[in-house]
């Protein structure tokens, strides 16, 4: 039997892939860069007037003659016509300033008269109002690292540079399967013996939490030779999690269904509560997670180490660790880590009542996991305890 | 010309629509509920056995006798034989205890011979290792109220009561218009006087952040029917939010084009740095936002304003608000509420630089924002400012 941290290293240790995927950078918000991204041009590409006003040569202006306006240049258009002495040109915000002017002085500090302009503005210095080309970013400069998280601002910057399509980290694929003979899907009628089957919906939920959607959800019979078919089936994935039948009993087939489908097993049963009977297996480059069937096992696993494994694929770190004190004291028995509900408001930790692994009604109002170590017994208020958040 | 705290309150005032849909509990992770949820069933539904073992009624045992084993009860079988004195059955975990069993001996703590069982546990007590029957829910209980944010351990937990559908607040249908005849799409040549259109991209980003999809996304050029045309097309949805051309220029046709479109303004202009021509109106239960062009003014205004519009459908609070002394000192001009990028580690927040609203080159490293209030013009390391995260 393994402890916590063996558990976590030989996961660790086995989550040796990754993959990269070509995005339109439109649906890449919240993947990390896998590459770094070169501005394709320089930005702006042009001097940009940053006001509605008139571009002029402030060299060749003498401070105070009247200008005349030759043309206008709305945003989006362009003039070739180089500016000579004395004449200006009507622009307006976002505009290209035509060759030689270099100053815009805002429309609300000319008097205009008969197609020419005289300026009114004492603190005009030379390129007020424009923003030079290539002030955010040079043609070719690297703008953005491999390992940034893509925010909506940082895929706002790399629109604007010109580029369309990114490489990025792409999240596993994900297959679940569903083990007991004891499960009805809600919304149907239960019969004597039968439960709701709920942890398809809680890794489902718990899946989109970090973005990412099963390919497949399977629930199946607790008998071999389907066990072993949906493994089969589903074997192709990077990731496979697998809940019930996991623990040793007579009708416990998961352990031995991935054994005849040729999954190696790395670690089977962890000193941990609840969990005990979680087992972690890997078959060419698919990782196979099987998990006791317990609701709030199922969950406590997968934030515990699941979503470990999930950041070895996608580079992103999905939950703050912190270590805060415990609001309450707690009594524990030794030689196994205790993985409990908590609620905390970042300053100190409660433990919540009602951690039985079958319960999920306290797990409905948590917000973090709390790990208290294998071997000690009595954990008083003020204690530091490991807190993962889950929200 | 409106204050900052005059424009929320007025979107806040005019936000008044919330919707609700029935969803399938398997899709309804990050959504808030919008009744309140009556667990189906008791759960467990039954006197369940917690672990593999036997189970025999712990009152008719004189503590000493052999027990005979008289069937097995599987996880979803069912016995409905009512044992007798010294009678156990074999038991797995999950399965329904039989009529008159209260308590469950786990198999390590028998010695089995001949069919029968001779139990070796002087710590047993009555009821040990059963789950009670409606020890998680009593049928008709309330056990999540309306307001509840669905976590993936609530949404267990929901479905393991029996419901596979709830009413949840739904998020706003979104349209959004980009102008500009000076735009061309990422991943296109680009010609003089152009620039690469990002606004569709960050803004979509930050919908999806939110885990909302825009249903429709319009490039329009600066021409008033073409404007009007899609907005046309747009005002049936929640919230249409509008880019560029919202300023008074010449080739500025949005604020008209909504008018002739019949939309009521609430307001035009805002006394804030960047997005100072910011518009809010509304139109039925519509409401419009139009945005200045500028990339950070865009993504800016969206943090600022229409995620709190966008709140009060769902009922999520997306973002953190925050009071943190300032990292660096600041000068800015008075009468104007400056909106900032920034970068906090949660215990101070510093001032990025390049913070003009054509500029995301330090907006992709901010994770937020930072507000420096109107009249104030001189802001000193270690003083306190309002900090929205957007990450």
Chains 1, 2 share one sequence.
């Not at 020419?116 to 210095?125: A, G, H, T, V, Y």
């Not at 939950?319 to 030689?335: G, R, W």
């Not at 433990?351 to 109002?365: G, R, T, V």
């Amino acid at each position: 039997m393994k402890k916590v941290s063996e558990a976590e290293k030989l996961i660790y240790e086995n989550c040796t892939t990754t993959k990269v995927k070509l995005l339109n950078v439109k649906d890449a918000y919240g993947y990390v860069l896998a590459e770094a991204i070169f501005s394709k041009i320089d930005t702006p590409p042009f001097d940009q007037s940053a006001m509605d006003g008139y571009a002029f040569s402030f060299s060749d202006w003498d401070k105070k003659s009247i200008l005349t306006i030759t043309s206008e240049i709305q945003a989006g258009s362009f003039s070739s016509n180089k500016l000579v002495q004395n004449e200006a040109v009507r622009i307006y915000t976002g505009a290209a300033l035509p060759l030689s002017a270099d100053t815009v002085v805002i429309q609300e500090n000319v008097i205009v008269s008969n197609n020419s302009i005289s300026i009114k503005d004492e603190q005009l210095i030379q390129g007020k109002n424009v923003r030079l080309k290539g002030s955010q970013s040079k043609k070719g400069e690297c703008i953005l690292d491999v390992g940034h998280l893509l925010s909506p601002a940082s895929i706002s910057f790399i629109a604007g540079t010109g580029i369309d399509k990114i490489k990025v980290f792409s999240n596993p694929t994900i297959s679940i399967i569903v083990t007991g003979k004891e499960l009805v899907q809600p919304g149907n009628e239960i019969t004597e013996g039968k439960i709701y089957e709920s942890n398809s919906f809680g890794l489902i939920a718990a899946l989109n939490q970090l973005n990412i959607s099963p390919i497949s959800v399977n629930i199946v019979d607790d008998i071999e030779v389907d066990i072993i078919h949906a493994i089969s089936k589903e074997i192709h994935t990077d990731i496979l999690i697998i809940t019930g039948g996991v623990s040793v009993g007579d009708y416990d087939f998961v352990v031995s269904a991935l054994e005849k489908c040729g999954v190696k097993k790395v670690f089977h049963k962890v000193k941990q509560k609840p969990g005990k009977p979680f087992y972690f297996g890997k078959m060419d480059t698919t990782l196979v997670f099987a998990l006791p069937g317990n609701p709030a096992a199922v969950l406590t696993c997968f934030y515990r180490y699941i979503v470990d494994a999930i950041s070895t694929f996608t580079k992103k770190k999905y939950f703050e660790a912190l270590n805060l004190p415990l609001a309450n004291s707690y009594i524990k028995k030794s030689s196994l880590t205790f993985i409990l509900k908590g609620k905390t408001d970042l300053k100190e930790v409660e433990i919540l009542e009602k951690q039985e692994s079958y319960l999920m009604n306290s797990f409905a109002f948590a917000n973090c996991i709390i790990e208290l170590e294998e071997e000690k017994i009595d954990f008083n208020k003020g204690d530091f305890v490991k807190v993962r958040m889950i929200i």
